[in-house]
C-alpha cells in the first residue's frame, strides 16, 4: 500500500480569507494592532496556539490564550455563516482526490494545525466524512514541524516510510516530512513562496498533476 498525506489550509482549501478575519478579530479584542495579511499566512500550518505566540510574543499567555479563544469563536462564526463557501477547494482539488482514492493501493490522510472541530465541521461541508484512512489534528500532536502526525498515520495505516509522501505548501509541512523520513511534494497556489520548498522532490502548479507526481516519489502499484 501506498500512503499520500495531505495539509489542508493552503494546499486542499483556500481559507486565507477567513484566517486572516478571525486573526484580526483576535488582535481586535486584544486591543492591538493586527498583523498584515503576509504575516499571518506566514505561519498557517502551525497550531494555533503557537502561530500566535509568534504573531504576539509580547504578549503575557493569559491575554495569548483569550486571544486564541476569540480566534476560534470568530472562526467559527464565519464558517457557520458561508458554509462550504467558507473554505472553498482549489481548482482541480475534487478531482484528484476521486483519482487517487480510486487507485487499488492508495490510502489518503490529512495532517492538519487545524482543532479537531474546525476540520470535522469542513470535511462534512465538502463531503469528505469517509475519504480519508487517517485524520491527524492539533489537537493530539505537537506543532508542526514535528513528525507526530505522520508518524502516527504511518502507524494507522500500516504504509512504510518509504512508500508515503507529504503533500503540502508550507515549510512546515516540508520540514515535517524531513523529520519522518518521508518524501515532501510542494503546491506553487499555498501560503508559502514555492521557493522556500527547498527539500521538495517537485513543487506542481496545478492540482491535476498531483497524481502523476505521487508516482515518481512513491512509485506505482506493482
Known sequence: MRLVIFDVDGT????????????????DFAGLAPPDRAAVLAIVGLSLDRAMFRLSPEVPPEQRDAMVARYKEAYHDLRVQAGAASSPLYPGVAEVLAEIRAEPDMMMAVATGKSRRGLTAL????????????????????SKPHPSMILTALAETGVAPE?????????FDMEMAGAARIAFI??????????????????????????????????VSA
Request: charged share 20%; hydrophobic share 45%; no cysteine.
Open 12 to 27: 486542499l482549501v483556500d481559507s486565507q480569507g477567513d484566517i486572516v478575519a478571525s486573526m484580526t478579530a483576535a488582535f
Open 123 to 142: 470535511m462534512d461541508n465538502h463531503g469528505w466524512t469517509d475519504v480519508f484512512d487517517s485524520v491527524q489534528v492539533a489537537d493530539d500532536h505537537p
Open 163 to 171: 512508500r508515503a509522501v507529504m503533500i503540502g505548501d508550507t515549510t
Open 186 to 219: 510542494g503546491v506553487s497556489w499555498g501560503y508559502h513562496p514555492p521557493q522556500q520548498l527547498t527539500q521538495a522532490r517537485e513543487i506542481v502548479a496545478v492540482a491535476q498533476d498531483l497524481p502523476a507526481a505521487v508516482d515518481r516519489a512513491i512509485g
